[in-house]
């Protein structure tokens, strides 16, 4: 275990380009999705009520969200992880970078839209926090896949499982932290308040 960690530490210190660019892609994205004016937009505003009533509502189950979300994440890394197995696809995955800072700004404006700034807050302790672990995630693992030195097909193999379980542990921090603090923080404070 150690070892995969230094040699993770040494490969992030190595790579830090990857990292400037994920982040880059991922602001852009997120810039880009403030300016994204759809005629769709009734569609979104479903979806954050839909999210706000699954999350937060007392009569919604916790544990229920919680799957949701790790289906969530297992259907947006298939994607990934097939793309991995090719020196040029991997680097496709800043597509899913970009997509998950697009999607996070739009639902800044739909939750504010249509919570004010409840919505802001609902933002920043649901959308946020796990948004941002899931595309480090993302970003890490593209990391880790293009700075390996891959010689034969076996070898391809392992480093893609490796890398996937690595980044997928650290996504699903993401989604634990997330239910953590709705059960504890938010669905309190809604129920209050």
């Known amino acids: 275990m150690q070892k995969i960690i230094k040699e ?12 400037l660019i994920g982040g880059v892609i991922y602001l852009l994205g997120f810039i880009l999705g403030l300016f994204f004016n759809s005629q769709s937009s009734a569609f979104y505003e479903e979806y954050a ?5 699954l999350a937060l509502l007392p009569s919604s189950s916790a544990v229920g969200f919680l799957f949701k979300r790790i289906l969530n994440l297992l259907l947006l890394f298939i994607p990934v992880i097939l793309f991995a197995f ?3 696809t991997i ?4 597509i899913f ?9 739009i639902s800044l404006k739909c939750l504010f839209i249509i919570f004010g700034f409840n919505g802001i807050l609902i933002f920043i302790f649901l959308s946020l926090i796990q948004n941002v ?3 480090t995630a993302i970003i890490l ?3 880790l896949i293009s700075s390996s030195d891959c010689t034969n097909k076996n070898q391809i193999i392992n480093y893609v499982v490796k890398f ?3 980044s997928l542990l650290v996504a699903l921090l993401g989604i634990i932290i997330e239910t953590l603090l709705i059960i504890c923080v938010l669905r309190p404070f809604n129920f209050y308040f």
């Open 86 to 88: 090719n020196g040029f």
């Open 133 to 135: 672990i899931t595309t």
């Open 91 to 94: 680097y496709l995955n800043f």
């Open 97 to 105: 970078v970009f997509y998950k800072g697009f999607v996070l700004s």
């Open 8 to 19: 993770l530490i040494i490969k992030i210190k190595n790579n830090g380009v990857i990292l």
């Open 164 to 166: 996937a379980i690595i």
């Open 141 to 143: 693992f593209i990391l």
């Open 49 to 53: 009520v839909n999210f706000y009533s």
